[in-house]
């Protein structure tokens, strides 16, 4: 590239190799959270197709031993996706720009929050959906989905700008986004487990391509300024 040309883009891509152990953590944890999210999925969509349980209750449609055992497994399924997050931040693909510096938080203080309300949720068990505690922890999941999707969908928008990941992964983080804006028409509808599931299949190839950002001798672009 020519002194001329490199000039006229602002910036030169240069070829680096990254080998990260702690960002390979995240990239797998990432994929074993999203691929286990999608296969709870299933689960909620073949119990709910043969429960016996009110659709009234909050926990619904789970019996009260269940739905401990599925609200605290969920609760670990958010902090694997929040590792992945985590390590999408630290990776850099969304540059170090503002929206980067906004979205970042925003992604993992909602995930975060989802793991509060699914714990908050153990505490409305056998209540019905229109009790007011049960208002209340639906409110909180609610803030939290809002929060990760605007976060994601700013880091989405921060890595496809930043240009650092080419192919299919530049599109990742923002998919992870996008899907929740799927989910939220159709949450109070049957088809919700199979907009989860997709959710968690979006993680998981979010989880492939940080794996494929850290692995050992894999080129990466990354922006070199040039003056």
Same mark, same amino acid.
């Given at each position: 590239?020519?002194?001329?040309?490199?000039?006229?883009?602002?910036?030169?891509?240069?070829?680096? %190799?990254?080998?990260?152990?702690?960002?390979?953590?995240?990239?797998?944890?990432?994929? #074993?959270?999203?691929? /286990?999210? =999608?296969?709870?999925?299933?689960?909620?969509?073949?119990?709910?197709?043969?429960?016996?349980?009110?659709?009234?209750?909050?926990?619904?449609?789970? %019996?009260?031993?269940?739905?401990?055992?599925?609200? +605290?497994?969920?609760?670990?399924?958010?902090?694997?996706?929040?590792? $992945?997050?985590?390590?999408?931040?630290?990776?850099?693909?969304?540059?170090?720009?503002?929206?980067?510096?906004?979205?970042?938080?925003?992604? =993992?203080?909602?995930?975060?929050?989802?793991?509060?309300?699914?714990? !908050?949720?153990?505490?409305?068990?056998?209540?019905?959906?229109?009790?007011?505690?049960?208002?209340?922890?639906?409110?909180?999941? $609610?803030?939290?989905?809002?929060?990760?999707?605007?976060?994601? /969908?700013?880091? $989405?928008?921060? %890595?496809?700008?930043?240009?650092?990941?080419?192919?299919?992964?530049?599109?990742?983080?923002?998919?992870?986004?996008?899907?929740? !804006?799927?989910?939220?028409?159709?949450? +109070? %509808?049957? #088809? /919700?487990?199979?907009?989860?599931?997709?959710? $968690?299949?979006?993680?998981?190839?979010?989880?492939?391509? /940080?794996?494929?950002?850290?692995?050992?001798?894999?080129?990466?672009?990354?922006?070199?300024?040039?003056?």
């Amino acid at each position: 590239m020519t002194a001329g040309r490199a000039a006229s883009y602002g910036h030169a891509m240069a070829t680096t %190799t990254i080998a990260s152990p702690s960002l390979r953590t995240a990239a797998g944890v990432c994929i #074993a959270g999203g691929v /286990l999210t =999608a296969v709870a999925s299933i689960v909620t969509g073949v119990v709910t197709d043969r429960t016996s349980v009110s659709d009234d209750l909050f926990r619904y449609p789970f %019996t009260s031993g269940a739905f401990v055992v599925f609200t +605290l497994c969920g609760a670990v399924l958010h902090l694997m996706i929040l590792v $992945g997050i985590v390590g999408l931040i630290r990776s850099g693909v969304a540059g170090d720009g503002r929206a980067a510096r906004i979205g970042g938080p925003l992604a =993992a203080g909602g995930t975060a929050l989802l793991f509060v309300a699914e714990l !908050l949720s153990l505490l409305v068990i056998d209540t019905a959906e229109s009790a007011g505690s049960a208002s209340a922890v639906g409110a909180v999941f $609610g803030l939290a989905t809002i929060l990760a999707t605007v976060g994601m /969908l700013v880091l $989405g928008v921060a %890595t496809l700008r930043e240009g650092r990941w080419q192919d299919w992964r530049r599109f990742s983080p923002l998919l992870c986004g996008l899907i929740v !804006l799927v989910i939220v028409p159709i949450q +109070l %509808t049957s #088809a /919700l487990w199979v907009g989860v599931g997709v959710y $968690g299949l979006c993680f998981a190839a979010l989880g492939v391509a /940080l794996l494929r950002e850290a692995s050992p001798g894999a080129p990466a672009a990354v922006p070199a300024r040039v003056a």
